[in-house]
């Protein structure tokens, strides 16, 4: 029982000797001698130290005692080994470290639950045209109700709708802010509940009241976080609502920066547009919940038939005719997956070359432990006993690796967070749970197992050998471990010499237009201007940046990096076509100032006036497409879908510009005069002479000065968005590269230990070489020929294995292949590089071995 | 008296009786080790070979589970002992312990008769 005291071993000895003495005291009748007797007692009891080893052995945990013992001397072996162990402790910590920082990564991104009741049954539903590769369309109202009525499999389904909003402020001009426009049963649908006050009712959505429901940075920035603000009023444009809850800190949906949720039918919009809209009129988002125990595959098909009756039903609307089924959390994590997958893998590869390093350094250790094995097997350590000792000793130095391996990752994953693309949703919420320190304990052990199998197992063979630690088995299995690694090494540095390569490429792409020394910022008026204000508000604002010291020129355009095209055109003469170009206002000496060259025709003038005839400047990609052997100069087309659709002139063809990122093709696109194509909204771009950083907060006053009711904006560089664009390549490529470099410098470890080793283990022999006469050039080729052919045998399987596994990244390069002839002729190049470098080393300490020496050795 | 085998005639102990033969040998008093392990031998006639390791096994066995409690003493010997003594634990699971031998070897005995008439 365990809480009475343990009886002492010595306690129990003391009784054995008291037990022989009486025996002798018995026996003394018979002998003559007390010697004698004391000798037969002795010889009649047996074999007292078994004895009293079944006493000490009974009732212990015997398992936990043999760890224990194992355990200190794993410690002092180790401690006495300072160098050996810090190599070690170091590779197994980064290869745990960075599996850990990727796998907080993926733990929040991909494997934790979405923020609302039972996430895997809400999916957002889209139309889609496949034939004309629309796949995310919206829906109008009208097609949505049908969706909502004739759907069995799911449960419910809401129709919502972004909008911006100027919220007033005390000091300065109002912020321009997102609210989403949502109906009584979005809350319900997703399962979330307000921190303070209540969500609408149905009944205050029917009646279109004005009531508003805060996010919870809204109502702490504004608000100071009161409870008081239920009841207030929110000015939101030039209307008021009373503010009737706050959402939690986690409820982000569906926009990120959404700060108002209103009802639908709140909105000046409803009555205005929204409320006869007509079932062309697809700009609502939809989100549904499916019924529990319905599969994606049933609603799909389910939806996929309602979708095609109401096709039939309503041919004049000219609707999408499919309807595409989306879980949300394919929604959400789509794009990321497969980059977080690929880097997850590429971590895995890189532990798995830590622990092949750490198994052939154990293993070179363990030839050097002979004699300690020895001993041991002559004291009687049995098999089991040797492979006990060995693992602790592995899993000494994985936990140490561990630990460390956990502290780098919660740097590694600052780092992440900070230097990581914004599009990763959810990123700024990873961190080192619970989750992820069980995944690196279990890290922990799988390196502890997967590095001292072998030397396990061989210290359970080589019992039966008397030289058992350096046998050609042995050698050989170092030598494997090697090509392994140096196949993981050559499969990573492929990858990311890919990456790396469409990365370049894409770079190199020419943008169209000069965006050094560029500034850009979007002025929104909001609603409550005219067109003629709008014209006539940007004309000023281009002017006064103009005249702002530094600035060469000044223009406007809707929107300088994001263009969607338009329903369809009529080409004058031609059918109306559905592959239509992109349409979009400018303002000013735009293509002076963005630095797009005129190839054809004129630029506009202030002639082209709001009552002058139509006119357009298209680019290049346009004139090809749609008059391939014609002069494109005076030829005219119009946009059905738009109102009024006045018949359009061409007066000047421009060069392609990337406004769809760099790494889609330029699609087709028209600019129009701003006068003749009126926005509210624009982004205006300024040409400096000198650095544009400095320069832009004179810009922005110079403007803002304009008119005190349009929304402060921000002004950034044109570098900056588009580096943003690149923002999730660059870091996919450099952490890929970053993986790939570790592993490239792990495998030149294990490459120069090896030979290390190789060198150490022959100095005999190439005394006895040097003295019958090679020389230095003989035994620096002997070196190199050993490893040189491991790493050339690495290579060639690295090579095919790459060739399989690139295929996997092949929707995530640019411009080149999975199978680049130029990334799989420089990787193994590199590889073979790092390896001659890492057996230099050795090899020039084995050609200036002193035969005299080596011969005396051992 | 030698208590190491010199004959055939000693037989080893069934297992499970030591316990019992133990308890049974303390109901007279306490006991020390060897002078259990003598008088178990000699109440058998010298049949039975008690293995001292065994004993001693036993005998922490019993302490555990709470049977035999044990103290240093002094023995008839004029030296240091320890002594265990039946607790009232230990005499109950002897009147048990007995009893169901005696039902073991009752049984054992009524199927062996036949076969020893034959003989």
Known sequence: MFWRKKRPSNDFAQEINSHLAHEADDLQQNERRRADAEAAARRSFGNVTLLQEAFYQRGRW???????????????????????????????????GSNTAIFSVINAVLLRPLPYREPARLAMLWSEDPAHNVQEGRVSLLNFADWKARSRTFEDMTPFIGQTFLLGSKDGPPERMRSARISANFFPLLGVEPILG??????????????????????????????????????????????????????????????????????????ARDRASPRSSSIWYA?????????????????????????????????????????????????????????????V??????????????????SAREREFSVRRALGAGRVAFTAQLLTESLVLSVAGGSLGLALAASGLKALIAFGPRDIPRLEEAHIDPHVLLFTLCLSLFAATASALWPAMRSGTALARSRGWNTIADRSIRNVLVVVEFSIALVLLAGAGLMLHSFVLLQSVNPGFRPEKLLVMRIDLHIGKTADQQVAYFREAIER??????????????????SDPEDSVEIEGRPPQQNAPCDDGIAGPFFE???????????????????????AIINETMARLYWPNDDPLEKRFRFPSQQPNPWITVVGVTGDMHRQGLENQVAPQVFRPHAQETDDMLDVIVRTSSDPQTIAPSVQSAIQSLDKTVARFNVTTVDQLLGE?????????????????AALLLSAIGIYGLMHFFVAQRTNEIGVRMALGARQSNILALVFRQGLTLAAIGIVTGVLGAFALTRLLSTLLYGVTPTDIATFATAPAILLGVASLACWIPARRASRIDPMLALRHD | MPSQNTGNEKEALLQGTLDLLILRTLVLGSRHGQGIARLIQRQSDEVFLVD????????????????????????????????????????????QKTSQWRRVAKAISRILAPGEAGV
């Not at chain 1, 609408?200 to 996010?215: H, I, K, Q, T």
């Not at chain 1, 590869?349 to 363990?366: D, E, F, P, Q, Y």
């Not at chain 1, 664009?725 to 470099?741: E, I, N, V």
């Not at chain 2, 320890?82 to 009232?88: I, N």
């Open chain 1, 287 to 347: 989100l549904g919940r499916i019924r529990p125990g319905t599969g994606w595959q049933e609603a799909q098909s389910e939806l996929t038939v309602i979708g095609r009756q109401l096709q039939s039903e309503h041919p004049e609307s000219k609707n999408l005719p499919g309807i595409r089924v989306v879980p949300l959390y394919t929604q959400t994590t789509g794009r990321i997956r497969l980059s977080l997958i690929v880097l997850f893998g590429s971590v």
């Open chain 1, 349 to 366: 590869l890189m532990l798995l070359i830590a622990c092949t390093n750490v198994a052939n350094l154990l293993l070179a250790r363990g």
């Open chain 1, 725 to 741: 664009q690149t923002a999730s390549r660059r870091f996919q490529t450099s952490l890929l590269g970053l993986f790939s470099l």
């Open chain 1, 545 to 562: 940046a103009r005249f702002v010291p530094g600035v060469r020129s000044a223009a406007a355009i809707t929107d300088l990096l994001r």
């Open chain 1, 198 to 271: 209540r969500v609408f009712s149905p009944d205050e959505e029917s009646r279109g009241e004005s009531v508003a429901v805060l996010s919870y940075g809204l109502w702490q920035r504004r608000f100071g976080g009161s409870s008081q603000v239920l009841g207030s009023d929110l000015i939101l444009d030039a209307r008021k609502s009373r503010i009737i809850g706050v959402m939690p800190a986690s409820f982000q949906y569906p926009f990120a920066d959404t700060q108002v949720w209103e009802p639908m039918t709140a909105h000046p919009y409803w009555a």
């Open chain 1, 62 to 96: 015997l398992l936990w005692d043999q760890l224990s013992r194992d355990f200190r001397h794993a410690f002092r072996l180790f401690w006495r080994r300072p160098g050996f162990s810090a190599v070690v402790v170091l590779t197994l910590a980064l290869g745990i």
């Open chain 1, 593 to 615: 100032t963005a630095g797009i060259p005129l190839k054809q025709g004129r630029f506009f003038s202030d002639q082209d006036r709001r009552d002058s005839p139509p006119v």
């Open chain 2, 52 to 95: 001292h390791g065994s004993l001693y096994l036993a005998l922490q066995r019993l302490e555990d589970k709470g049977w035999v409690k044990a103290a240093w003493g002094v023995s008839e010997n004029n030296r240091k002992a320890r002594f265990y003594t039946l607790t009232a634990k230990g005499r109950k699971q002897l009147a």
